[in-house]
């Protein structure tokens, strides 16, 4: 079942924060984030697992909720350069598992100057 | 580092031809994956292989969609006949169970009219 993202889309000023979240019906066992600039490849940004630490990418943090089946990406003093479109990817557990990725629908990031 | 590579990055077919696409993964990632991105969604996993053995093809169209990986390395994924749903870009991305981050090449777009 694919993970459900919010919000779909976002548009921020320059230095502004932002919150996206992914939901699942599904128990998680590991997030993963990814995001996609127009006419490019999906880039990783960070992997949480079950029971492990908030992670950080730069000035990009994300948590993970085990009880809420959720996890939030938190993007602080947005650079023009964050704009493009976030997944959210959840995948089943085991040892080649970890790339059996399920995507949700994206969140449109623009960051206007 | 050389990242994976994709080829051809554009092709246009009419419905009921057939394409053929090809995948260079980073070299010494022994996982490599087929995903479907279908415009404004998130990737859909098509198929995966551990060094040349299929582990996951349960999404795989098979009456249409076949794929290898011979000698471990490189892998095409062949669609014959096409249909006008399979237009779409088609990613190939590779990976480390160590890391858990897959690097994902910049895909091929299909156009079927």
């Known amino acids: 079942q694919q993970p459900v993202q919010s919000p779909q889309a976002v548009i921020l000023r320059e230095g502004e924060d932002a919150v996206i979240n992914c939901s699942s019906s599904?128990?998680?066992?590991?997030v993963h984030w990814y995001r996609q600039k127009h006419g490019e490849a999906p880039v990783f940004l960070m992997i949480?697992?079950?029971?492990?630490e908030q992670m950080r990418h730069e000035k990009i943090s994300a948590s993970f909720n085990e009880k809420k089946q959720q996890s939030s990406l938190y993007l602080t003093a947005s650079q023009l350069s964050y704009s493009g479109t976030y997944f959210c990817?959840?995948?089943?557990?085991?040892?080649?598992?970890?790339?059996?990725?399920?995507f949700g629908q994206g969140t449109i990031l623009t960051v206007h100057p | 580092e050389a990242g994976v590579a994709q080829s051809p990055r554009y092709k246009i077919i009419e419905k009921r031809q057939s394409v053929a696409f090809w995948c260079n993964p980073i070299?010494?990632?022994?996982?490599l994956y087929w995903y479907q991105q279908i415009l404004g969604q998130g990737p859909k996993l098509l198929i995966q292989?551990?060094?040349?053995?299929?582990?996951?093809d349960s999404q795989l169209p098979k009456d249409r969609f076949s794929a290898e990986r011979l000698k471990g390395v490189d892998s095409t994924l062949k669609i014959q006949p096409a249909k006008l749903e399979d237009s779409a870009v088609y990613l190939c991305?590779?990976?480390?169970?160590?890391?858990?981050?897959?690097?994902f090449g910049e895909g091929s777009r299909l156009t079927v009219l």
């Open positions: 991305a590779s990976g480390l169970a160590v890391t858990g981050e897959l690097f």
């Open positions: 599904k128990a998680l066992y590991s």
């Open positions: 949480l697992l079950k029971g492990g």
């Open positions: 990817g959840t995948a089943p557990r085991g040892g080649t598992s970890y790339g059996k990725l399920t």
């Open positions: 070299s010494g990632h022994a996982t």
């Open positions: 292989f551990q060094n040349n053995g299929v582990v996951d």
